[in-house]
């Protein structure tokens, strides 16, 4: 237990240190940023166009006949549609921040137009691992609402178990050019070998952004008490504002970590301000270094 929680620690100190990161590189926001508006734009015009078309009409007089059954193969195909652009999008930023994260670890600048100019070149694997995921997400689905309890349960641990496997992915596109599945396949070989390190890493950024969304609550808890009357518009856009804030900080950090952690267990050296972590990364990934 004492070895489990140490370890905890050290991803929790990673975890600082790539907020530290975004601290003296601000402009990397920039990228979960462009993919949030986007993906919400997307799902406005995909409503609309699907709120103006007799499709709709049609999908509505359905429900009321309860005979919705009838157009499961439109509903498919509309949910995979958004699945496919959502993830195009979502990898293309994704892609474009590891570009910049992995050239900032190198000593060397990264400015926005480099990072989407590297996502850029690589757009034809991003679409293709876009389109996988996608496949993946929409059979999941299929067999979520389609089962009982147990098989929502194995649906949504195997959604899991893919997210995982996954986690490199991004990086071994950007940096290889590898095709979809041979990306995929070093991403699990790397995460097979010590994939406790991705999850508490990823617990170490639920910890923290939970603890900033937590004093950020407070602290418009506070202001409320004494402006809710007076100024309530104001108000709401504060704490809106600050979640997203939040939000789109933590992201940057996990798109920056991952970069760290992808960048030492392939055989890189860390950049001098993460050098203490040295001996924790070699623990990490003592058992093998892949190749490149």
């Not at 400015?111 to 034809?124: C, E, H, L, N, Q």
């Not at 950020?216 to 809106?240: D, E, R």
């Not at 993460?274 to 001996?279: A, D, K, N």
Request: hydrophobic share 50%; proline share 2%.
């Amino acid at each position: 237990m004492a070895v489990f929680f140490e370890k905890l620690n050290r991803a929790y100190e990673l975890s600082k240190a790539c907020y530290r990161i975004v601290f003296y590189h601000k402009h990397l926001i920039w990228f979960p940023l462009l993919s949030s508006i986007s993906c919400v734009l997307i799902l406005i015009s995909m409503g609309f166009w699907v709120f103006t078309t007799p499709f709709f009409d049609q999908i509505v007089h359905e429900i009321k006949s309860r005979s919705l059954q009838d157009h499961q193969a439109e509903f498919y195909t509309l949910t995979f549609i958004f699945y496919l652009v959502n993830y195009f999008v979502i990898f293309f930023f994704n892609s474009a921040l590891m570009a910049c994260t992995l050239r900032i670890l190198n000593g060397q600048e990264a400015s926005v137009s480099f990072g989407i100019s590297m996502a850029t070149k690589r757009i034809t694997q991003i679409f293709a691992w876009a389109l996988v995921s996608a496949t993946i997400g929409l059979v999941l689905k299929v067999i979520s609402d389609k089962s009982n309890l147990i098989g929502k349960i194995i649906s949504a641990l195997l959604g899991g178990a893919w997210t995982v496997l996954s986690y490199f992915v991004v990086p071994y596109i950007i940096v290889q050019g590898a095709s979809p599945w041979s990306a995929f396949s070093k991403s699990s070989k790397l995460i097979y070998q010590k994939w406790g390190d991705a999850l508490r890493a990823e617990f170490s950024f639920l910890i923290l952004s939970g603890a900033a969304m937590f004093c950020w609550f407070i602290f418009l808890s506070f202001c409320a008490f004494f402006f809710a009357q007076t100024h309530p518009i104001l108000l709401a856009v504060m704490g809106i504002t600050g979640f997203i804030v939040i939000h789109l900080i933590t992201s940057t950090a996990e798109g920056i970590f991952r970069g760290v952690l992808f960048n030492y267990a392939t055989g890189r050296e860390l950049p001098i301000g993460l050098q203490m972590y040295t001996e924790d990364f070699q623990n990490h990934f003592q058992s093998k270094r892949l190749e490149d």
